[in-house]
């Protein structure tokens, strides 16, 4: 019986040689997972990929959009404190203040006529423009159209302006 325990013993500490199949896929996994992590850490999305001024909180149209309806809103929503004007094709579009249009605080529900100019809402910093009869733009032509926001803190005044651009495409 002793000759049987000494085999067993010698066969139990004899070493076993990795299986190399196994070991490189377990290697190409480890790979490929380090990538995946490190791809999801170095990219850049969102506001971030769009590298708007600190500002400028949201655009619409986006930059570069190619699909744009010729009557589509133009909109700039801005951090609070901040006030705009809206420059499209190198034409100031005449601005009115939604307070001064609303003459106070309208009754819920009551509709507003709006005049055919840019909207600034101090309310919600946000300023928006949709072309439309009598405004100085009715419509957009079909092709590329250049935006810039004029934009200031209200309490430095339009003095202290910044500006951003970007273009759009109209079908």
Do not use: C
């Not at 990538?35 to 949201?58: C, K, M, N, Q, W």
């Amino acid at each position: 019986m002793a000759s049987d325990e000494s085999t067993e013993v010698s066969t139990t500490r004899r070493r076993r040689r990795p299986n190399r199949e196994l070991l490189l896929i377990s290697l190409a996994a480890g790979a490929g997972l380090f990538l995946v992590i490190a791809g999801f850490l170095s990219a850049t999305t969102g506001r971030d990929l769009l590298d708007y001024p600190e500002a400028i909180v949201d655009i619409s149209p986006a930059p570069n959009d190619r699909q744009v309806l010729s009557q589509t809103e133009i909109s700039v929503d801005l951090q609070d404190g901040y006030e705009a004007v809206i420059v499209l094709d190198g034409i100031e579009i005449p601005t009115s203040r939604l307070e001064d249009i609303a003459g106070g605080l309208p009754e819920p529900g009551q509709q507003i006529d709006l005049p055919p100019t840019a909207i600034y809402d101090q309310g919600n910093s946000l300023i928006r423009f949709e072309p439309r009869d009598g405004a100085v733009i009715e419509s957009y032509s079909v092709g590329r159209h250049q935006v810039t926001v004029i934009f200031w803190k209200i309490e430095d005044g339009r003095n202290t302006a910044r500006s951003y651009s970007w273009s759009f495409e109209v079908l």
